[in-house]
C-alpha cells in the first residue's frame, strides 16, 4: 500500500499501537500534542518532537538559517504550550548538507539560542550527521505542568464554548508573500506578515494561564484550524458549530488575501502554522479566562460551541447558512 | 568555511556554547553520551538523541526496515547505558520518502517496538513527515539513573586501568559482508557478523552494573574504539597506553579480515558501531568489576591503563614497539 493511500493520520494510528512497555510510567502517551510523563513531585514531564525538512517545512531560498532555527523551537514550544506546561529542556539533531557553510550552521544555531532564551528553555543536547540533498532538523522537547493540569485534545464537552487566540491566517499571507515577493503591497505590512511566517512565536503565556484556568480542551493551531478542531472533536467525542464571522482574521490578512484572489477564511482554516491555542471551556469559565488572558496582555475570541458528536463540525456562514466544517477543511469550499 | 574544513567535532565544539539558559536544572549538559539533568526525587534525568539518514548510516540495500528501526532504538539505548543509566521514554521522528511503502513503515515499526520491548522503554510519541529523498530516523530517548552515579567521560585519572567488554570490530567485519556479499565464507559465521552489525545491541546490563560499582569513566564504542579513547582521555585530561595484544579481537572478525585483506585491529580501532562500552577503573575496584560482570554473564577486557596526559595516547604493538594512537586511528598506520 501507498504511504498516499493512507494519509498521515491513518499511518500514526497504524503505527501508534502496542508501543507503551511499562504503562505505569505513563499518563498520556502518543495522541496529543506531547506525550504526558510520571516523575516524583509536583510536576508531570512532558515530551514532545518535530522533524524539520527542508523543501517541506521551510525553504532556504527566503528563510534565513536563523528563522529555520526559531521556528524550529517555535514549533515545539507550542507543542508544550498546547498542554498547558512550560519547556525545559531540548536536544537538536542536525542532518546537514555539505554545501551549508560553517557560517550558514552558526547562524542556524543563533536561531536555536535566540528562541531559546526567550522560551527559558535548555538546549543540553544534540547530534550532527551528514543529510546530502536536505538540511534537516529534529529538536525533541521536556517540559513540565503541574500534576492534573495538562490540558488534552479529549476533554471538550457539550456546550463548551470554543475560542482562538490571537487571530488566524497571518502565516499562510506571510507564505503567500514569500512565495510572490514581486506582489505591490505596504512594504511594513509584507515584512509583518512575511515575518510572522518565518519566525512564529508559540502562546506560551496564553498556554499557562489557559491551563491554570482549568479551560478543558486545548490544542495548537499547526495544521490550520479545520484540522485542530476535527482532532480535538475526535478525541472528545463531540461535534462543534463555528461562526464564520467571528474567526479572528488580521485586516492586513484581508488585503493580502484580496490581492491573491483568495478567501482569508481559507487561510484562517487550511493554511497553518498560527500556532495560536484552539481551546474550550464551559460558558460559566468564559469571562474568568477571558479577563485572565487580558490582564496578562494575550487575547482570545469566541468562535463558536461544542455540540453532540451527531451534529458532526459544522461552519455556520455570514448569512446564516450551515455546511459542514470538513469540506471547508480540505475542499477550499468557497463560502 | 566549509564543513569538512571544521569536522564533525570542530562544529560540535563551535555549536554547543551558550546553549543553557537555566543552569540550576543542569547537572551535565552537552558533551557526553547524554545530558544528565536535575529532577526531584532519586534519580537524574537522562537524555540523548540520534538521527540516523539512509545511504550515511544505514543501507536498505542490505538492511530490512525492522533492523533499522532496531538499530535506531539500540544506538540511543548505547548513550543512556554508556551514562550507567537505564532508558525509559524515547519519541520518534520518521522522515519518508514516498517509495517506501505502508508495510515498509509498518516493518520499521515492528523494530522499534521489538527493540523498545528488549530494552523496557516506551515509545511515547512522534512526529511524520515526508522526506523526499533518504529514510531519515530520529530517536530522542529518556533514561534515569540514580543521583551521584552517572558516568561521564571525564573522570578516569593517571593509573586507572582501561577495560572494554565484549569483542570490537565484530560491525565492521558485517557491514565489509554485506558490502562484499559473494565473499566465500562458512555461511553461519557471515550471518552471525552481518546480524551483528545490522542488530546491534546495547550493552544495558554491563552500563548498569559498571554505574553501580563506581568505574570512573565510560563511553561507548560507536565511533570506534580509537576515537572513544580520544574522547575520555580529551574530557579527563590524561593520555592513555594501549596494548594491542590485548584487544579483544573474536577469531571470526580476523578470518573475515584475513579474506579481506585487512588488519582487524583496524576495524577494532576505527570501524565504530561495535556498542561496546570502554570504562576506567582504579586497580583496586578492578577484581570487583570483573567478577560483577561475569557474575552476570557479561564480560571485558583490561586493554591498558590510564597515563598523564603528556605521555599522550599511545599504542603498545605485540613486538614491544609504542606508536601513537591517534596515527593508528586515523592513517590506518600498519603495525
Same mark, same amino acid.
Given at each position: 500500500?501507498?504511504?498516499?493511500?493512507?494519509?498521515?493520520?491513518?499511518?500514526?494510528d497504524r503505527l501508534s499501537r502496542d508501543l507503551i512497555t511499562r504503562p505505569a510510567e505513563v499518563v498520556q502517551g502518543i495522541g496529543d500534542d506531547a506525550a504526558v510523563l510520571h516523575l516524583e513531585g509536583p510536576w508531570w514531564l512532558l515530551f514532545t518532537t518535530d522533524m524539520l525538512v527542508e523543501g517541506v517545512h521551510f525553504s532556504l531560498d527566503y528563510a534565513t538559517p536563523a528563522q529555520v532555527g526559531i521556528k524550529t523551537v517555535s514549533v515545539n514550544v507550542s507543542d508544550i504550550a498546547a498542554m498547558g506546561g512550560w519547556p525545559v529542556h531540548g536536544v537538536v539533531s542536525l542532518g546537514l548538507p555539505t554545501r551549508l557553510s560553517v557560517e550558514d550552521v552558526d547562524e542556524l544555531y543563533q536561531g536555536i539560542r535566540r528562541a531559546a532564551k526567550e522560551y527559558g528553555l535548555n538546549i543540553v543536547g544534540g547530534d550532527t550527521v551528514l543529510s546530502p540533498e536536505r538540511l534537516v532538523i529534529n529538536l525533541a522537547l521536556l517540559g513540565f505542568v503541574e500534576k492534573g493540569r495538562a490540558v488534552y485534545r479529549s476533554g471538550a464537552r457539550v456546550g463548551d464554548l470554543l475560542y482562538v487566540t490571537?487571530?488566524?491566517?497571518?502565516?499562510?499571507?506571510?507564505?503567500?508573500?514569500?512565495?510572490h515577493p514581486d506582489l505591490t503591497l505596504d512594504p511594513g505590512v509584507a515584512a509583518f506578515l512575511r515575518?510572522?511566517?518565518?519566525?512564529?512565536?508559540?502562546?506560551?503565556?496564553?498556554?499557562?494561564?489557559?491551563? !491554570?484556568?482549568?479551560?478543558?480542551?486545548?490544542?495548537?493551531?499547526?495544521? /490550520?484550524?479545520?484540522? %485542530? &478542531?476535527?482532532?480535538?472533536?475526535r478525541a472528545s467525542g463531540v461535534g462543534c458549530r463555528v461562526r464564520a464571522q467571528d474567526?479572528?482574521?488580521?485586516?492586513?490578512?484581508?488585503?493580502?488575501?484580496?490581492?491573491?484572489?483568495?478567501?482569508?477564511?481559507?487561510?484562517?482554516f487550511c493554511g497553518g502554522e498560527d500556532f495560536e491555542l484552539v481551546f474550550t471551556a464551559p460558558p460559566g469559565m468564559a469571562r474568568h479566562v477571558e479577563e485572565k488572558l487580558a490582564?496578562?496582555?494575550?487575547? !482570545?475570541?469566541?468562535?463558536?460551541?461544542?455540540?453532540?458528536?451527531?451534529? /458532526?463540525?459544522?461552519? %455556520? &456562514?455570514?448569512?446564516?447558512?450551515?455546511?459542514?466544517?470538513?469540506?471547508?477543511?480540505?475542499?477550499h469550499f468557497a463560502s
Open positions: 500500500m501507498k504511504l498516499s493511500d493512507l494519509g498521515e493520520f491513518g499511518l500514526i490571537g487571530s488566524l491566517g497571518k502565516s499562510a499571507a506571510g507564505l503567500y508573500l514569500c512565495q515575518q510572522v511566517h518565518l519566525e512564529p512565536r508559540a502562546r506560551l503565556t496564553a498556554g499557562r494561564i489557559l491551563s !491554570c484556568a482549568g479551560v478543558t480542551a486545548m490544542d495548537d493551531v499547526s495544521d /490550520g484550524l479545520a484540522a %485542530e &478542531l476535527r482532532e480535538i472533536c474567526i479572528p482574521v488580521d485586516s492586513r490578512v484581508k488585503t493580502v488575501a484580496a490581492l491573491a484572489g483568495c478567501d482569508p477564511l481559507d487561510w484562517a490582564a496578562a496582555g494575550e487575547d !482570545c475570541r469566541c468562535i463558536g460551541e461544542i455540540t453532540p458528536a451527531e451534529k /458532526g463540525m459544522v461552519l %455556520e &456562514l455570514a448569512d446564516g447558512r450551515l455546511i459542514p466544517l470538513e469540506a471547508r477543511g480540505y475542499d
